[in-house]
C-alpha cells in the first residue's frame, strides 16, 4: 500500500474541493479514536483552517484525554488547527427530560446512543456555518459501506468523506504513516455512545479484518454455505448488518414522477 502516495491524494482532494466551493478550511469532530485521529490530520494538512471540536457527553476519561491530546499536538504542530470543547452533556440531560418517558427504558438505549451522534453532528454544522467552514466525515469504509455501523444524521451527516474508500486496516496504516500517537493506535475502536467500555467489536461480534475478509468474499459472490466455524459466524454477522442498514449504505431513495403526471 503507497500510504505517502494516497495521504497525498486525499490532502489535495480536500484542500481543492474546499477551495472550489468557497469554504475555508474544515470543522472535525475529534473523539479519540483512529477514525477522527486520521481525518484531522489529513485536513490539518492542507493549510487550511481546520476547527477540531471536542464534544463529549458522558465520555470517558480516556476518550477525552485521547483527543485533547492528539487536538494539541495537532496545534504544536500545525498552525492552522483550533480547538473548541463543547460539553454536550447538559444538553443531552435536557432533551432528556423533555421527552416523554417510557415503559421500558431499555427499549430505548439505541435512540438515545444515536441522539448522542445526532447533537454531535448539530454543533459541527453550528461551527460549520458560523465560520463557513466544511464538515469533515470520518466514517471508514466498512462502517458506512459494509456493515452500516453509523448514525443516520448524527456521524453520518457531513458535507466529504475523505477516509470513506479505506478499509479499517488501511486507516491504521495510514495513521501510523501521518504520525497519529500510538495511545490512539492501541486504543479498542468505540463509537463512545454508550458510556462505558463497550467497543465496536463487542457491538458488533466480529473485529474489524474479519468485517473486511466478510466483505471481500460478498464481493467475490460467496454465500454462507460456502464457510464452516467462525468464517460462517463472521460472514452471517456481516451479512446481517448489510441488509439491515441498506437504507444506510444505499443513497436517499427519490419517488420519482412520472412525466405523464406533470
Known sequence: MKTQAIINHIVKWLKDYAKDNKQNGFVVGVSGGIDSALTSTLCAETGLDVLCLEMPIH????QVSRAI????????????VRMTQVNLTPVFESLLEALPNVDDEESRLMSL????ARLRM????????????????????????????YT???????????????????????????????DILKAPPTDGL?????????????????????????????????????????????????????????????????????
Not at 164 to 177: I, Q
Not at 195 to 222: N, V
Not at 231 to 247: G, L, W
Open 194 to 262: 454508550w458510556g462505558d467500555s463497550r467497543t465496536d467489536e463487542d457491538q458488533i461480534g466480529a473485529s474489524y479484518p474479519e468485517l473486511e475478509w466478510a466483505m471481500h468474499m460478498k464481493d467475490l459472490g460467496k454465500t454462507p454455505s460456502d464457510f464452516d466455524g467462525r468464517e460462517k459466524e463472521v460472514f452471517d454477522i456481516f451479512m446481517d448488518y448489510n441488509s439491515r442498514n441498506q437504507h444506510k449504505i444505499k443513497a436517499i431513495p427519490v419517488c420519482e414522477i412520472p412525466q405523464e403526471f406533470k
Open 59 to 62: 465520555q470517558s476519561k480516556n
Open 152 to 182: 443516520k444524521y448524527g456521524d453520518g451527516g457531513v458535507d466529504i468523506s475523505p477516509i470513506a474508500d479505506l478499509l479499517k486496516t488501511e486507516v491504521y496504516e495510514l495513521a501510523k504513516t501521518i504520525g497519529v500517537n500510538s
Open 69 to 80: 491530546k492528539h487536538i494539541e499536538w495537532l496545534k504544536s504542530k500545525y498552525p492552522n
Open 122 to 149: 448539530t454543533s459541527l454544522y453550528y461551527f460549520a456555518a458560523l465560520e463557513n467552514l466544511l464538515v469533515a466525515g470520518t466514517g471508514n469504509k466498512v462502517e458506512d459501506f459494509g456493515v452500516g455501523f
Open 113 to 116: 446512543a444515536n441522539t448522542r
